[in-house]
């Protein structure tokens, strides 16, 4: 097991590799020890960055002109004592470096994610701000930084916590009374409840399960798929929108038979745009199953493009999108001598060229604004894992069933069940299996 380990972990916190600089981080309680083995003599006054002439003790051999800082525990990121090597980023430094604290008695190299679970264990962070710092460090666009670094500071965890704890305390409550009471008045056993309260906040976890999963957005990017008959011009949107040739285009229907998928950042949001092979009736056993998966998408995605041919009566594929919000567009407006929004179509949607150009900026507004009103920001924390979710809903079922028990020791086991699956989401009970599970999304160094 690795938390509780009185072993002094030290590792590259900063990618490997060449740079301007280089952060070795050295966590435990010899931390210290890492300092005269490297030629300092003296501690560096606490969280004072100090100029330090690095040198190999043994044998005097000069390392690198470097700065060190010191965090004396409790007072640093893991709890324990910290050390931290500021050094010059050559890999032939670091490995220097790396070679003297592998040398250090009680010294190893941290596992991944290793220092930020000693901080959790040392009561540092709870895991639901753990998740936010390895969200944190991903993340890619603007919302998806504001909203990592919100769960980091933990405005997600003191909704947790606030819910756990008030049940909690109504847990102990019945529990009290079970245990005074005879064996005749268990009935009376819950008569000290606030039923009201307990009612308020089974509205407030429904209230956060039915968020339209907008952290889940941010998080995992709104999936947007492109679905049309062949032909139309999906292959060419997508490359349009991604700025580059992520698909191939050809005017052979049914070239694309597999979902192409496309990372973007609209915005400041973060975009899965997916490619999907044209609808229609095929022979093709292999163009089948594309069109199968072309299905799937559209019933996954956040977003559908209804794609059709500009002025075409053929319109647009009458598909079940599931709950996604539709947005009509009508390509290859540049072969139509008048180009009126929607003009002959069938139905009203937004008229571009793939092939020139124009209309895709008004569609990248189109799309922004509805992305935005998915991920709507608002300041109440929003639910940003599966693992959030499945524990949340597992409370509520439970609640639910404390709420309408009228057997005080049936009651009982009920709520405990919903302030253990509240405490599982911060990690507050039953953590050691979910560990692993949290904490390989890290890498060495953090
Ligand atoms: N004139 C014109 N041709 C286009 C436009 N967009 C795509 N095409 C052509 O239509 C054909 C099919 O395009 P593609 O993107 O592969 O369609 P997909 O089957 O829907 O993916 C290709 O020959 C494209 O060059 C457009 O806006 N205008
Ligand atoms: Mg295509």
Redo the contacts with the bound molecule.
């Keep these: 097991m690795l938390d509780g380990s009185k072993e002094t972990i030290y590792a590259l916190s900063t990618p490997a590799g060449r740079g301007g600089v280089a952060v070795v981080r050295v966590s435990g309680p010899d931390a210290k020890m890492s300092l005269p083995v490297l030629g300092i003599s003296d501690v560096p006054k606490p969280r004072v960055a100090t100029r330090a002439a690095l040198k190999r003790a043994a044998d005097d051999t000069p390392i690198d002109d470097a700065l060190v800082l010191s965090f004396p525990g409790p007072a640093s990121f893991t709890g324990e004592d910290v050390i931290e090597f500021h050094l010059h980023g050559g890999m032939a430094i670091i490995d220097a470096v790396q070679a003297i604290l592998g040398d250090c008695p009680g010294f190893r190299l941290a596992q991944a994610g290793e220092f930020t679970r000693r901080a959790f264990w040392n009561g540092k962070i709870d895991l639901v701000e753990a998740e936010g710092l390895v969200d944190l460090i991903e993340a890619e666009t603007e919302a998806q930084r504001i909203q990592a670094l919100r769960q980091l500071k933990g405005s997600l965890s003191a909704l947790y916590n606030g819910w756990q704890k008030q049940l909690a305390d109504q847990l102990a409550l019945v529990e009290l009374g079970l245990d005074f009471s005879d064996e005749g008045d268990v009935e009376e056993a819950d008569s000290g409840l606030d039923r009201q309260m307990m009612e308020t906040i089974l509205q407030e976890m429904q209230t956060h399960l039915n968020d339209g999963r907008r952290g889940e957005i941010v998080r995992n990017g709104i999936k947007v798929a ?1 679905v ?12 349009a929108l991604a700025g580059r040739d992520a ?10 038979r597999d979902r192409v998928d496309v990372h973007l950042n609209l915005g400041g949001q973060a975009l899965v745009l997916t ?1 999907t ?2 609808l229609r009736d095929s022979e093709d056993v292999i163009e089948q199953e594309g069109i199968r998966r072309s299905l799937s998408a559209a019933s996954e995605a956040d977003i559908v493009l209804l ?1 059709g041919e ?1 002025g075409s009566d053929d319109g647009i594929p009458a598909i079940d999108t599931a709950g996604a919000e539709p947005i009509v567009v009508w ?5 139509s001598p008048v180009q009126t929004s929607g003009g002959s179509c069938s139905r009203p949607g937004i008229s ?5 150009g ?1 209309g895709i900026s008004a569609l990248e507004e189109a799309l922004t604004n509805l992305v935005r009103s998915l991920a709507l920001q608002s300041e109440a924390p929003a639910l940003t894992r599966a693992r959030h979710r499945e524990a949340v809903h597992s409370a509520v079922a439970r609640m639910e069933e404390a709420m309408r028990e009228p057997d005080a020791v049936l009651l009982a086991e009920h709520l405990r069940s919903a302030v253990a699956a509240l405490g599982r989401i911060i990690g507050k009970v039953d953590v050691e299996d979910l560990l692993d599970r949290i904490f390989r999304d890290f890498c060495i160094g953090k």
């Design positions: 492109i049309g008959a062949p032909n139309v011009g999906k292959s060419s949107l997508l490359n698909a191939i285009v050809s005017d052979v229907a049914g070239t694309t490619d092979a044209g794609m500009y390509n290859k407006a540049d072969l571009i060229s793939a092939r020139t124009d």
